[in-house]
């Protein structure tokens, strides 16, 4: 393996000719700070940075992110081309900073506009570039004396960036063909020099930045290989903010870098001290720390949203309140170096310095639903700012789990008998010598290009798949790993998706799991959107494989985007059950009301009898008695639940024990022959006697 990749070393090339004092028409409003003027005051003109201005800016702000995140092992020489080349910087390591950098570009100041034009080119800067690309840096020397008897492996490769104004595209292939022929005149020279090292690769950037409202004469061009040792590409940019946009893509592609903003970062207003708003910044750092997203899948879930018209992408993070406790320790997998993207804003500077004054910031995966998932912790050791990565997964330092049992993890709904056949179709055995692939490919790396088929998307535990616990989706998922489809395999994978839209428009249920959710689990749309999704998925990671692959996503797509009105009926139907959702939590307490009540009464109407029935004494001076109230019959009382709505269970009880208890015995022969269920006692005195049962207000005795 050779040592020292292309981007260990950069050479800018920025042309200093007259024709980049041409101003940018980017105008720059200088009164937008005066909050109120006074009458008679003009107002400050708004000012256009020129060409050379937007091109030391745009070099500037890349050199500094990558100074940030790779202090030693990434060298940058910076050369201003005219009449001559000005080499500002060497590969020395103390030459390496903004300050110097800076400081030696403030001495040449800007483009002189009455210098002779013919004079200048860019080829001398360009020239010098490679040159310098042949001498040795503190690092390839360090490696090349430890290495004595392996010194050949230790490479010299390089990069070259060249902001200029070029003319046209011929011009561009005049720069190419120069940039050739010196690179192979200086690998001559160095090949007889124990000081110089020959160059094995250079990739030349060429950004041709031209004025805001002209037409560019100058087209793009993707990464071409000139020659075995030069590639090169053409960025045509329009100065000012499109230029530092291009820069900022060109540093995260050259170095391997990813974007994080964290959003929800609270602070304090300036103009409201008692106030405090929510602001984003956003944090560039290498690729590596959203490896994690990037193994699991859940690049989506973590808030992927792209910027700039489509031409970077940022993944999203969410800022949780920190502790104040900064010695807890966190099972970390890695720490990466960030640098801000707007280093001079003012939630930049806040997040930073509040970061350096030794307080950790603790960041969180943006979820609708289910408990937080806490992943990438801020944090600074020894005034550098570092993103931590945290183990949200199973750690490996747990016992691993114990599948039967789920002893020593909380994993339990492993896919055992889907590995087991994936391990039954994967097993190896041994090959005859005269069995010929007609691809020539070795049977293991056959083998090996299968299990990479068949791992594409491979989800372990049951829980976190739908689709692989669907029977209707196996014949699909089974074909669809195949390194070609056939006619009959494709007419089956498409028949598989519309016996899937069958289902939906039938509402047929899905093996959703609702581990760790409470309710119901999600509604039956929200389960074919994320059956949708999977299938998407999976298909998408095969579909790159043969035309056929490519049809059987094409299928599901077409299939996915339902026309209006079945959207219409969708959407009805979701009003419908939430609106049978509410009706039914409303019945509920209006049940619970009812029941209540219906038991107070029944309650009271008890107590009042057993409170008239002692009001009676037998006494001489006693009123006569009251008259008692006659006891409805079964029959009259109307449980209210039959007309107002479900009966409670009390009800249900007491009907039933009435029932049961009129059954055991003769019915009263008062309530019998009762008139209007009024019933007269004593009549047997009356007739007897002849006379009133009372008389002077007694009882007669």
């Known amino acids: 393996m050779k040592l020292f990749g292309v981007p260990h070393k950069t050479v800018f090339v920025v042309d200093h000719c007259p024709y980049m004092a041409e101003s940018s028409r980017q105008q720059v409003e200088c009164d937008v700070l005066t909050k109120s003027r006074a009458q008679g005051v003009i107002p400050l003109a708004p000012v256009s940075k020129s060409l050379w201005t937007c091109a030391v800016e745009c070099s500037m702000e890349y050199c500094r992110i990558l100074y940030d995140i790779y202090p030693k092992d990434k060298v940058v020489n910076y050369i201003v081309s005219d009449s001559e080349f000005h080499i500002l910087n060497s590969w020395k390591q103390e030459d390496q900073s903004t300050h110097e950098l800076m400081s030696a570009l403030a001495a040449v100041g800007p483009p002189n506009p009455r210098e002779d034009p013919e004079c200048c080119s860019i080829l001398h800067g360009l020239v010098a570039a490679v040159e310098s690309l042949c001498k040795i840096t503190e690092l390839q020397h360090e490696r090349r004396t430890a290495m004595m008897d392996t010194a050949e492996r230790v490479a010299n490769r390089g990069r070259i960036i060249c902001l200029t104004n070029a003319k046209s595209d011929t011009h561009v292939r005049m720069l190419e063909d120069c940039i050739q022929e010196t690179i192979l005149d200086q690998n001559k020279l160095a090949a007889g020099s124990d000081r110089l090292m020959a160059i094995q690769q250079c990739d030349l950037v060429l950004v041709h930045i031209y004025p805001q409202g002209e037409d560019t004469l100058v087209s793009d061009r993707l990464k071409k290989e000139i020659s075995p040792l030069l590639t090169s590409e053409v960025h045509s940019v329009r100065a000012g903010r499109h230029l530092a946009t291009k820069l900022n893509i060109l540093v995260q592609q050259h170095f391997d870098l990813a974007s994080t903003t964290i959003t929800n970062i609270p602070m304090k207003e300036e103009q409201h001290a008692n106030t405090s708003a929510n602001y984003d910044v956003e944090l560039l750092h290498h690729r590596d720390a959203h490896l994690e997203f990037f193994k699991s899948g859940d690049l989506h879930m973590a808030g992927t949203s792209t910027r700039e018209n489509g031409l970077k992408e940022t993944v999203t993070l969410k800022w949780c309140t920190p502790r104040t406790n900064s010695v807890e320790l966190h099972y970390c997998t890695g720490a990466y170096r960030i640098s801000p993207t707007d280093v001079n804003s003012r939630p930049s500077s806040c997040?930073?310095?509040?970061l350096l004054n030794g307080r950790s910031v603790l960041l969180e995966q943006p979820r609708k639903s289910g408990s937080k998932v806490i992943s990438h912790m801020l944090s600074s050791h020894g005034g550098e700012i570092f993103l931590h990565v945290l183990n949200s997964n199973r750690s490996t330092l747990e016992d691993p789990p114990s599948i039967s049992e789920g002893c020593g993890g909380r994993v339990t709904d492993y896919r055992i008998t889907d590995f087991g056949e994936f391990m039954r179709e994967n097993r190896l055995t041994p090959v005859s010598e005269s069995s010929h692939d007609p691809s020539g490919k070795l049977p293991a790396e056959r083998a090996k290009a299968q299990l990479e088929r068949h791992t594409r998307y491979w989800p372990m535990i049951i829980s976190q798949t739908t689709i692989f616990n669907m029977q209707a989706v196996v014949p699909l998922a089974n074909l669809i790993v195949k390194e070609t489809l056939t006619e009959e395999d494709l007419l089956t994978c498409q028949k598989t998706v519309y016996n899937l839209v069958d289902m939906e428009r039938k509402n047929d249920p899905l093996p959703i799991s609702t581990v760790g959710s409470r309710g119901k689990g999600p509604k039956r749309d929200e389960q074919y959107r994320i059956m949708w999704n999977e299938l998407e998925t999976l298909v998408k990671t095969h579909a790159g494989a043969t035309d056929r692959h490519?049809?059987?996503?094409?299928?599901?797509?077409?299939?996915?985007?339902?026309?209006?009105?079945?959207?219409?009926?969708?959407?009805?139907?979701?009003?419908?059950?939430?609106?049978?959702?509410?009706?039914?939590?409303?019945?509920?307490?209006?049940?619970?009301?009812?029941?209540?009540?219906?038991?107070?009464?029944?309650?009271?109407?008890?107590?009042?009898?057993?409170?008239?029935?002692?009001?009676?004494?037998?006494?001489?001076?006693?009123?006569?008695?009251?008259?008692?109230?006659?006891?409805?019959?079964?029959?009259?009382?109307?449980?209210?639940?039959?007309?107002?709505?479900?009966?409670?269970?009390?009800?249900?009880?007491?009907?039933?024990?009435?029932?049961?208890?009129?059954?055991?015995?003769?019915?009263?022969?008062?309530?019998?022959?009762?008139?209007?269920?009024?019933?007269?006692?004593?009549?047997?005195?009356?007739?007897?006697?002849?006379?009133?049962?009372?008389?002077?207000?007694?009882?007669?005795?």
């Open 351 to 354: 997040l930073t310095n509040f």
């Open 550 to 701: 490519q049809r059987v996503l094409d299928c599901i797509i077409a299939c996915r985007s339902k026309p209006p009105e079945e959207e219409e009926r969708k959407k009805r139907g979701r009003k419908r059950e939430e609106k049978e959702d509410r009706t039914e939590k409303n019945g509920s307490k209006d049940t619970d009301e009812k029941s209540w009540q219906d038991s107070e009464r029944l309650k009271g109407l008890l107590d009042k009898e057993d409170q008239e029935s002692e009001v009676i004494k037998d006494s001489p001076d006693s009123p006569e008695p009251l008259n008692k109230k006659p006891r409805l019959s079964t029959e009259e009382i109307q449980p209210p639940e039959r007309a107002k709505g479900p009966v409670s269970l009390l009800t249900m009880w007491s009907n039933r024990i009435t029932t049961a208890n009129s059954r055991k015995h003769q019915e009263f022969v008062g309530r019998v022959s009762s008139v209007n269920n009024k019933f007269e006692l004593y009549q047997h005195l009356k007739d007897e006697n002849g006379m009133d049962v009372h008389e002077n207000g007694k009882a007669s005795r």
